[in-house]
């Protein structure tokens, strides 16, 4: 199975000109024949807690099917990054689009501090199947609450996804969460990562995959959007740096 971690500077609060982006980098993607690409926490707005509420749409939105038929047409799943609101509700939430499906929605269920006065906790866990591979999905700061992965091991998950936004001062303690994760519950993990500004934070890139050993098998620099791809059956990796 291919995997790409897509790394992108976001254009705050311009969700036609993110789409656009996405597209440019799910069309690399295709090339290399990926079969899930993972983009960043909140990636068609940028991460904006302050805009969320305005920028929210539900998930199922039309301003989104582009994706549908992207996925239907390289037959590749995609998650992507975006305020959903449900029963007036604002939650921060990964979309997912796979080929010849309905779309899903996951939303973070572990808030950093900062967002707990803005956003909602989702309430479900969420596991991906593709080509037979359990996928578990993060979004940031659930990576940092122990129990989150200790239920995606023992739902079978053999492979641990996490959408971030993370600051050149955040960026190397989760990395090491996240090596701990692979490592301690023999899951592959990917991390996809901002390049640029968003939320006032400087973002810090550095994308990166993890064998099921726990080792560093790859991993972007921290200026370059692009996609890091891993061929999870035989831990190679290859990069792409679209500009």
Not at 116 to 128: N, P, T, V
């Amino acid at each position: 199975m291919k995997i790409a971690a897509a790394q992108i500077k976001p254009i705050k609060g311009d969700i036609l000109k993110n789409i656009e982006n996405h597209k440019t980098v799910i069309k690399a993607a295709a090339t290399k024949n990926v079969d899930l690409i993972i983009f960043p926490e909140l990636s068609i707005t940028g991460y904006e807690p302050e805009l969320a509420e305005q920028l929210s749409i539900d998930y199922e939105d039309q301003v989104l099917d582009v994706f549908q038929k992207m996925a239907d047409n390289n037959n590749m799943s995609i998650t992507l990054g975006m305020p959903t609101k449900s029963d007036d509700r604002l939650f921060i939430s990964s979309i997912i689009f796979e080929s010849g499906k309905r779309r899903k929605v996951y939303s973070k269920r572990h808030l950093f501090p900062t967002e707990i006065a803005i956003f909602s906790k989702g309430d479900h866990f969420f596991q991906l199947e593709v080509l037979q591979n359990k996928i578990s999905l993060a979004i940031c700061y659930d990576l940092s609450d122990p129990m989150h992965s200790q239920e995606a091991y023992q739902a079978g998950s053999n492979i641990y996804a996490a959408s971030v936004l993370n600051s050149f001062n955040g960026i190397d303690e989760d990395i090491s969460k996240l090596s701990s994760i692979a490592e301690k519950y023999h899951m592959s993990v990917v991390m996809a990562n901002f390049i640029g500004e968003s939320g006032g934070y400087e973002c810090a890139g550095k994308s990166s995959v993890w064998s099921n050993t726990g080792n560093l098998l790859g991993q972007l620099n921290d200026e370059n959007e692009g996609i890091l791809i891993v061929d999870t059956d035989h831990d190679h990796i290859e990069k792409i740096y679209i500009n």
